[in-house]
């Protein structure tokens, strides 16, 4: 008997049809012989009215008390959820992250899940129940409510597939899979029957709002596929399928003749160019400028620091968050004095578009293809970062769609 | 330093601006030097939303499950209450149910509260800290969230007052105090300034919906003086006094001299009348009647049992919640066969109304000046039942008003 976990994004649990809907879905893997364990978000728009409410009751306040507010989404969900399935005749409660309970670590708004005790939904699932666990939230280790960030309920259900040893972690959304590019830039983009994960956690980091990156990471840890489908495509027996996600030697062993050199393209609106001008070139300057962004605990991206001016000042670029623009700027202008730069400038208006690919690494060519394509466009690259399987360019946010469309034309991802 | 236990209802937290009010008074009170503990309602219209999708989703599904979506109102407003109160430099956190914990029975959706943990917020609140505390939701022994019924906020706010020794418990709602009568009916009803437990006991039991009387039942065992006043009227300095809810023995020390015969009106439509046809006249038969509604948890409130037909039969009526009718009606016709009755007639229209007063029970007349009010206005008296300080009578629902008014002009009440 297969463990599966299912986890239900916003818009699959937005009224309550959609909620009937999802109980005919977990009843059905039921009837199919497995045990299963749900795992559900805040219904459509909830989180955001919560959110709202704490932004505007209190810009920049504590973040235990945001945590507070904003998990009753995910608690309201995993009670309706549970009665849906109860009216079913299946055995179904609720559970909240801290009956589990889900232990995190105290960092509120973006904790990491530490360890899942499913010691006794484990009883419950091997009687025909089921769990319906509450997205999101977690217990921090003074015994108060912790959210684990957005896109976090995917890494619950992953984290929560793998401490109870799943075969799979289906994640519901209003995707249909994982797309060669986004269906909406790119007409002609191809759903993907199997992507690796580390494919996959390219995409996700670099804009593809499929699934959390942090989830991916997580599944290719602790070797957990995942599969990523419509709620709304039929029930099972006509399900139409979405795209599986697994780990890159499962998938070589069988794929590696089919395997394409580039697997999709991603881009991202999320984020600024921050840009130090004229700092002294001396050893260790970068360091000194990322300790302060470091300690504000702003996640840096892509990083390039130029060719010196004759010798003794250099400029140093970074891409961060765009809502970390703002203190960003702060934390360095504090240190102007200190770090002797000139100015440091703030854009906004930049994406970075991306192509992923884990054949890449063994070709030749795909960086050439990539700029070349970008050129003929008349699209100026900024920022290049890469990695073994991805390349990243850092553009005028105005070229998005264009540089998507002329880059899933250039690697021929439509056919 | 006097320990003041501050409670808000739910039209006092509807936004964010009465949000931000609620802080303000909560701070005035902590300036005047005293420790203060906060329980708060769901924002207005939060808690019907919810409820409302649990029916939909399930009528008649499980109330544990009831409990867990309901209960996340209380969780959202203490956390903004929270965010609030640190605006304006004041150490405050949210405390869920499950927190402190409020220990309930497992009777969900009415569960009752065994014991308030107060260890952690005492040691707060000595150093000038504000627990927010979600009203309305425990802990069960299995731990699972519980709530402790509608009105029910008023209940834990008053045994929150009792477990930490409070001079105080100041429940704040949408109301001024509490009136002679129903100040939407008769124009000149008058606030009171004071009122017994006792009597505050019987108004709200009967209908006044100023305080749940579970919270009058506590306040009364514990000795916790109440204070019922509006949240709409300005800070402390203007407050506009409420109505002041102590025992009685502290009272008829200093007021007996004052203390009037009548004290106010209460009305009640939430009633419903059954009555049982023909029942064979012998001994226990009302015990039979009334075993399957205690099985079925109705709670029923006034019964008669009329002189016998020739010897052989006599009909009992008696009054229950309205929502229980249909029960009520199932669990009787069931044993038609067993009781050898002859029908039970079921009837919702109808209204109690009552008169309340501690003075009541060493003045004769009151009830004749009753019976005669009601005569005169030509209103039918179904139903009467009294106990020492109330007499209620049933009558039609649509001679509430007038019966009300009647009343309230009989005893001088505007005087």
Redesign the interface.
Known sequence: MAVIVQKFGGTSVSH?GP??RVARRVKAELDAGNEVAVVVSAMAGVTDQ?VG??R???PG??A??????V???E??T???V???L??MGVEA??W?G??LPVRTSASHMRARIHEIDTGEIKQSMAAGGVPVVAGFQGLSPD???TTVGRGGSDTLAVALAAALGAERCDLYSDVTGVFTADPWIVNNARKLDKITCEEMLELASLGAKVLDPRAVRLALRHRVPIQVLSSFADLPGTLVEGTIITDVWGMQLEDDEKQNVVTGIAYSRDDAKITVVRVPDKPGVAADILAPLSVAEIKIDMIVQNVSHNGQATDITFTIAREDAGRALEALRKLQGKLEFEEVLSDSEVAKVSVIGVGMQSHAGVAQTMFSALAENDINIQVISTSEIKISVLIDERHTELAVRALHAAYRLDE
């Open positions: 309550l909620i009937r919560l409410w704490v505007d009751m209190a306040g504590s235990a008390e945001h945590d507070v507010v998990s009753s989404g608690q309201v995993s009670g309706l549970a009665l849906a109860q009216q409660r609720s909240m801290w009956q015994g108060r409510v």
